[in-house]
Structures are given as C-alpha cells and as structure tokens.
C-alpha cells in the first residue's frame, strides 16, 4: 500500500518511543465493564459514594483498573523478555487477569492482591510507585483509587465541597491511622485499633453524642402519631402538598397541587388519599380540601385520574377549572404557594403505617424559622434548576421552616462535638477530623431532609432530591422525620462506613484551578468537567451552605466564600459567558490552558489518561456530532498531545444478555495521551486517510481478537483512529484549511465501515451474498429476481442459498430466516452446504434460547468446516449493519455473541474433552442411519 514520506516519518518515530503501557494495547474491557455495572447497584457494601453526594462519578473499580493498565508496561514493551507474540500474548493473558480480580468490588479489602498489583507498578516502574495528580477530583474517584495501589496520591478542584470529599478520602484516614478512639471507654472495647477502625468508631460515639443532644433539643417538634388500636407510633415522615387559590374567581377554593394520591401499590398494602371538598367558614371561599388516608386497593385513584397536576396544569377539585403552569408560577413569584399536610406515614411492625393528618401533626410543623441560616440566593438560571420560576429563589426556600431549624441545630452540635472530643483528650487536628465527618454527615442527610424530596411508592420510602444531576420541581413533598428510620442516624453511620485505609501513603486535597496546577513530576489521570452537562458549582452551593455553618471554624480557608466558587468554573454555561459560543471559547481556552501546562511538567514516562462522558447532542450534514468531545479533543492536541489509545466504560447493564434488550453507548470514554514529539510533520487530507487505511485494520483486527463487545467497537476504533490524527503537528485540507476533529472523526468512521466490509473476503459467497441482502433487506421479503441479480454477482445461487437452510425462497419471493425459524439441535459437523451467516445465527439462537453449553457444541462442530475467528468477524459486522437500521434486538443479540465469545469458546473446549471417541462416534453415526 501507499506510504507517504510523512506516514513513514511518523512510522519510524514510533519505534524511538517510550515503553507502551498496557492501556495503550489491550484490557480487559468486557470483565471491568461487568464490574463497573455491579459496582453502581444501590446496595454496594461500604461503598465511598455513602460518604457525600458528588455527581457523574466514575466507577471506582473501572479507576482502579484504568489506573493499573496506565502505569504497568505491556509485555510487547519487552522483546529481551517476551521476544514472541505467543509469549506477550500469555503474559498480557496474566496481566488481565490481575486487572479483572482489581475490578471485583468484593476484592477491595484483600490486601495481598493489592500488594500484588503494587508489585507490577514497581516493576514497571524502576521500583518507584510514581506520585498521581488528578487536578479535577470531584467526588475522589481516581484519588482514592491511586492510594489503594500505593501510589501518592494529590487531588485538587476549584470546588470546596469536591475538595472536603477529597480530603476526607484520602488525607484524613491515612493520617490517623491506627489510632485508638478517644471517645470516653470507646477504646476499652478491642485490643487492636488497625486502619481507620479507630477514627471511624469515634466519628460514631460523637455522632451518637450529637444525635441524642439535637433530639432533646428539637425532638419536641416531632410529635408521635395515633395509630389506629389506640397506640401511638413514631413518624417515618409527613406527606404535604403544595396548593395555590382556585383562578376561577367564582370559586376560589384551595387547588392543592398533587401528582399522585397513591401512598403504597404494593399487593396486600395498597394505600391512597382521597380528597374531598368540604364547607370551611374560615376560608375566603367558604370551602377547602380535606385529605383521608384508605388503606387498600378498592375505591383507589384509576390510570388518568392520578393526582391534580401533570406537565400542562392543574384542575380545582371544586370547580374543576384547569391552571396553567403559567398561573401557577405566577402564584409562587408573588409568594402564595401554601402547603397542606395529606397524610402521616409511621413505623410499625416491619410495615408502613399511613394516618390522616390532624391538626396536632400539621401544628407541630409551625415552628419559627431561625434567624441564622444560611440564606444565599439561588442563580437565576443555573442549569438544571427549575424552582426560580415557582418562586424559590433562595436556598432556604428548598426547605420548611421546621427542617431549617433542626438542620442549624444538627450544624451547631457539629462544632460542640468537637469541642467535647478536645475536653475527652483529642489533639486538635483529630478533634478536626472527626468535626469534618460529622459535618459531611449533616451536609448529606440534607439531600434527604428538604421540601423537594417525594414519597416514593414503590418502595415506601424517601426519594432524595438528588436523584440525578437537577434540582426539579415537586408538587407533594415528603418532610423525613429526622429522629425516624429516616434521620441523620444514617448518614453518621454511613460516613464511618466509607472511612478505608489502604496500603498506600496520607494523600494531599487542596482548592486549586486546574489551569494553574503545577505537574510537575507527577502521573495525571482525571476526570475533567464534561462541557455543559452538568453545573457543579450551582449544584454544590446546595450543600455548601450547610458545610459552610457547620465547619467554617474547622476550615477556615476553604469555606471563606458566601458560596462555591463560580466564575473560574471550566463548565460550558452560557448564562456566565456570554452565550453559547461565548461558552464554548471558554471551556475551549480552559482546557487548552489545563492541557498545555501538564504538556510542560508532567511525568512523561507515563501516559496521561482523561475521562470524559460521551454524548451525542447535534445533528449536522454530516451526522450527529458531541460539541463537548470535541472540544476536549481540540484542546488536547493544540496543546501538544497524541492520543494512543480510547477505551469505553459502561456502567450500564449491556447486551451480554439479550434479555436486557440493549447495546447502550459506553457511559464515558477513557483516553491515553502521549506528548506529540516536537518536529512532528504536516500532512494533507490524502496522507491522513492513507495511514489510517494502513494502520486502521491492524488495530481493528487487535480490538476484535481482544473481544471488545460490537457495541464499543466504534468507540474503541476512535483511539488508533484518532491517534493518528493527533501525531500529525497538523492535518490540512487542498485548499490550507485546517482539518477539524469532526471532520477527522467522520472520516474514521467512513475508514471503519470500510475495513468491516473488507473483512467479508474471509466469508464464503453464500454468507458474502447474506451479509449484502442483509444490509438492504434486513429479515424482510424481497423479489426473487433481485435476489438471483445479486446471486450472480457473489457467483452463487438462489436455489443453493434456499437449500443451505439460511434462506426461504418461495413463490417469487426471497427472505433470509429469522433465529426464530431456524430449527433446534442443530449440527454443524453433518451439514452438507454450511455458510458461515447460519452458524452464526444458530450460535445466537443457542445463546438467546438454550445456553452456553449449547453455543459450545455448535461452535465444536463447526470448528472443523468453517474459520470460527471470521464468525466472530461476521457477528461484528452484522451488528454494524443491524444498528443503522435501527433493529435493536439484533444487533444485542449479535453483541452478546461477540461479548461472550471467550465463554463460548470455552464450552466448546468443554464438549470437545467429552465427546465420544471414534469408534463411539461411528456406532452412533450407524444408529442414526439405522433410526432413519
């Protein structure tokens, strides 16, 4: 093929450069994936995400493994020691196999495989663990994972709140390691005080010391509930409604705002609130509403007639007059939403308890509202926000009067806490350290005690606001009884949960820009802010205000500032920067300055690696485009850098299995950078597309022997794709222009598409004939004279095809057989006309249908008529296909052949050591031929 003097340049350069790491050939994609899902399930046992909320984070064991391929060389970086691909190809078998027992969540506490990890990194590494800076923390991810493998570990982030989460990950549970609690005869109770057992029982005894002095001084504003047999029960929570005055001025009757009146739909505990109308002299319009709580399922609200409001309005429940949104809003920016107590719900036997409200329950909310809170305004169009346009303008207004005063009670019992560790012989840096987590816990019970928080049927219990990345807005509301199942009780227990020692060294957390950073020496992998996703810093304040009152004493630099730092935020946010194109130069500038400086400093013996969220958000002539990659693409190649590799984390359920019906985009995307050599040349267009055709199909062919699922491929594509791209100082169209990263990206996608199509000379005719018929009829019929057309052009027949079992022609139609219609118990080793496409769909049907011990037998009995590598290269290519034509279910079920290809081929081996010998296998062939 064609090689131009700037590919060839670029070729030779290669060959003079640093040692690949691992995360520049190969991982182990699928099993961190796995994990990666596992990982993010509600329940994950002592998980660091309990400590505080943060948004977007990555998956902790998906860092762990990222950070491990980063700084452990591949065994091809080694000829003197593994000289043949046999050898690296079982030494990299080895290495993924360590990567794959990292990424279990189970395996976090075993400290001899962390040890062992840390081996590798040495070795790797001179016998120095390299130092890891990661200068967009957030919520610790990377940080905490580095310090598990033994690295030094260096976090920073403009945020505040990113930063105290930092700090209490990384810096704080090394420091006082192993020390025993200072807690009045806490330390009394075992012998030995190893890791942050110490620290995190002591985070405990204070935050029972603070529990029980909040509930003798607001408990009293908690009544218990009458239940009915004339007992009484404490509160889980009360259910409330916002209401607004009827706009119909012959009525005016209260409009309570209700999304749904169903308390509980679980069978046997249906529970609901009917409302009536009901005469009230004390009203203006001499009416109002009444709530009664009926337990079970008759008389409940039917589909439709779910509650007063919905995205267009509301309708009295007097008049049956509708509100627009529009009224509303101007309701609550006057100041007249009011709220209404619908039901109580109570602890009982290892069940809910749902009671009408009573004057008594609804009094006891009216407490006053203290004088020291922390009232900050909301921006006016912080991203994600919708609660400006009812009126909530100010964060004290996200909560009732009643949660304000408990939570400034909870908040100044921080700093009392600490106060009586230093009287109980705490040093004041560990007096400070257990004030912090208490801090944290109060901050995160917030996210459950708020006037924005919702009842969640389904599990009977508290939705927290921050559900996802947004503060929306919610019509009926649940207040969570602090002192109940539901209270700070929790999140104490939770922090001391989340407290881990491992084996490496206290890490350091400061409140730093990364534009301004010093890299110096030092490994980076980060997670940077993802365009204009996400508002961290609007979102933030939320809790902010909160810590900001309970710590400002503990951290006095850090929580300086009313709210969190905004105007240096590196997000895309149009209402700040003049808009969106404003936005975009921003974030542009920022990360051209961010990347740059790590270009000048950083540790160059290792590649930086950087994740960021893909998102598909414009639609151009030449397809859908995510401004936001893009951006940070541009940015890192301005800045000098070539990308060597880009692999696709999902932390989403994928299409291993049909069943869960999907092949979802990789959630994020991890990249490997590589400083560009200085002196690196210019290429035009055709050079561009020259190497990629060269080099395009090696890297390919590597991706699919490696097994990457058909769903990643075109992710996983971008990273030799791109990297050739980014080794170029620059690439120019005929006319001088530059050529952009789009354009560059597009063109990958058209050099993929073409080397899949190539790796059809490896099909037989009749699958090559499939493939094509396929691409432009899917499962659907055709005529038989187009069928015999293109019959012709592969050198086949229609007549061969149909006896081939893979093809129905019929009646002067055409049409390929669905899995559904292929027969079972198929056996490839006795079919007298087999194609490659009907082994492939009977090893998707047995997968789909029957198992793998099924798929195992058809993949061994056909491993002696067909090529089963080109199965798997066919399997990629019809999801390829599947995909733009939008057939979702085959193309999962294509990937999930793909994905569990080792698993499969493992099975075979399986049926294979089983099988009868040859003289079993002759008396069976005779008695088959007898039965026939």
């Not at 095809?801 to 198929?826: C, F, I, N, Q, W």
Request: aromatic share 8%; charged share 25%.
């Amino acid at each position: 093929m064609f090689r131009s003097q700037s590919a060839q340049h670029l070729q030779s350069s290669r060959g003079n450069r640093l040692k690949r790491k691992l995360i520049e050939v190969s991982l182990p994609l699928e099993a961190i994936n796995r994990e990666s899902a596992r990982e993010k399930e509600p329940f994950t046992r002592r998980h660091p995400r309990a400590l505080h909320i943060w948004w977007a984070r990555r998956p902790l064991t998906a860092a762990r493994a990222v950070l491990f391929a980063q700084l452990v060389d591949d065994p091809s970086s080694h000829p003197e020691e593994f000289p043949t691909e046999e050898e690296q190809k079982r030494e990299r078998a080895r290495l993924h196999d360590l990567i794959e027992r990292l990424a279990v969540w189970e395996n976090t506490w075993d400290t001899a495989l962390f040890e062992e990890a840390r081996r590798e990194i040495l070795r790797s590494n001179g016998g120095a663990a390299p130092a890891l800076f990661d200068p967009f923390a957030g919520g610790g991810t990377i940080p905490l994972e580095a310090q598990r493998l033994g690295l030094k570990s260096r976090a920073s982030d403009l945020n505040p709140v990113a930063v105290l989460i930092n700090k209490a990950l990384i810096d704080l549970p090394p420091r006082f390691k192993d020390r025993k609690p200072v807690y009045p005869g806490a330390a009394d109770t075992q012998g030995l005080w190893a890791g942050a057992d110490g620290l995190a029982t002591d985070v405990r005894e204070y935050g029972a010391w603070l529990f029980g002095q909040a509930e003798r001084r607001a408990g009293g504003n908690y009544p218990l509930v009458a239940v009915p047999g004339g007992s009484t029960a404490r509160a889980i929570g009360w259910i409330w409604c916002r209401a607004v005055a009827c706009p119909n001025p012959a009525c005016g009757a209260t409009l309570p705002l209700v999304r749904s009146w169903w308390l509980s739909k679980k069978k046997g505990k249906e529970a609901f609130i009917s409302p009536s109308v009901v005469p009230d002299p004390t009203h203006p319009s001499g009416r109002c509403v009444e709530f009664t709580v009926v337990h079970g399922a008759a008389g409940g609200p039917k589909s439709g007639d779910d509650g007063t409001v919905n995205r267009v309005g509301a309708t009295c429940l007097a008049c049956h007059t509708g509100a627009d949104l529009k009224y509303v809003r101007a309701e609550g920016i006057a100041g007249r939403i009011a709220t209404q107590l619908m039901a109580v719900v109570a602890e009982g036997n290892r069940r809910r308890i749902y009671v009408s409200p009573s004057e008594v329950q609804s009094s006891a909310a009216a407490v006053a509202r203290p004088s020291s809170i922390p009232d900050a305004s909301i921006p006016p169009q912080a991203p994600s926000f919708r609660v400006q346009a009812y009126g909530m303008t100010r964060w004290t207004d996200l909560f009732t009067d009643r949660q304000l005063s408990t939570l400034s009670t909870f908040s100044d019992l921080v700093a009392e806490a600490r106060t009586k560790a230093l009287e109980d012989g705490a040093d004041p840096e560990y007096a400070d350290a257990i004030a912090t987590y208490l801090g944290l816990a109060v901050s995160r019970y917030t996210d459950m005690s708020n006037a924005l928080c919702s009842w969640n049927q389904a599990n009977e219990n508290v939705r927290a606001l921050f559900a996802r990345q947004a503060v929306p807005m919610t019509w009926d509301f649940v207040e969570a009884n602090p002192f109940g199942q539901i209270g700070l009780a929790g999140p104490i227990e939770s922090v001391c949960n989340s407290l881990y020692v491992g084996i490496g060294e206290s890490g350091s957390s400061a409140q730093a820009s990364a534009t301004d950073v010093d890299f110096s020496g030092y490994v980076v992998s980060t997670d940077p802010p993802y365009y204009d996703n996400i508002g961290y810093s609007d979102l933030s304040d939320f809790f902010y205000v909160w810590l900001r009152r309970s710590l400002r004493d503990v951290h006095p630099e850090l929580l300086s500032t009313m709210l969190v730092p905004k105007a240096d935020e590196l997000v895309a946010n149009p209402y700040r920067h003049d808009g969106r194109q404003g936005a975009r130069r921003f974030f542009e500038e920022g990360f051209r300055r961010v990347f740059a400086n790590a270009r000048q400093s950083a540790n160059t013996d290792v590649p930086v690696t950087v994740y960021y969220a893909f998102k598909q958000s414009e639609t151009d002539p030449s397809g859908e485009a995510s401004t936001g990659w893009e951006t940070l693409l541009e940015g890192m190649i301005w800045a000098g850098w070539e990308i060597t590799s880009t692999w696709p984390i999902r932390s989403e359920r994928t299409a291993r299995s049909v069943g869960l019906g999907t092949n979802a985009l990789a959630s994020s995307i991890v990249l490997s950078l590589r400083p560009r050599p200085d002196g690196a040349p210019v290429a035009d267009r055709r050079e561009y597309i020259d190497v990629l055709r060269d080099e395009l199909p090696i890297r390919l062919r590597a991706l699919q022997q490696a097994d990457i699922a058909p769903v990643d491929l075109a992710q996983s594509a971008i990273g030799p794709g791109i990297g050739v791209f980014s080794r170029f100082a620059k690439v120019v169209e005929p006319n001088g222009d530059r050529v952009t990263v789009r354009e560059a990206l597009r063109l990958i996608n058209v050099v993929l598409s073409e080397v899949l199509s190539d790796q059809e000379v490896d099909f037989d005719t009749d699958t090559r004939w499939c493939v094509k018929w396929f691409e432009t009829h899917g499962f659907d019929r055709a005529g038989y004279g187009e069928a015999e057309t293109l019959a012709s052009a592969y050198n086949t027949s229609v007549g061969g095809l149909d006896r081939s079992g893979a093809v129905h022609a019929k009646a002067g139609e055409v049409r390929l057989l669905t899995t559904v219609e292929l027969p079972s118990a198929y056996r490839p080793e006795r079919d007298e006309h087999i194609t490659l496409w009907e082994v492939a769909l009977h090893l998707v049907k047995a997968l789909d249908e029957t198992g793998l011990a099924e798929a195992g037998r058809i993949l061994e009995g056909a491993s002696n008529r067909v090529d089963v590598e080109a199965v798997k290269e066919l399997a990629y290519l019809v999801f390829a296909i599947a995909e733009k034509r939008s057939m979702a279910q085959v193309a999962g079920m294509f990937n999930a052949l793909v994905t569990s290809w080792p698993e499969v081929n493992a099975a075979a081996r399986a049926h294979a050591s089983s099988a009868p010998n040859a003289t079993e296998q002759a008396m069976l062939a005779l008695d088959d031929e007898l039965g026939d």
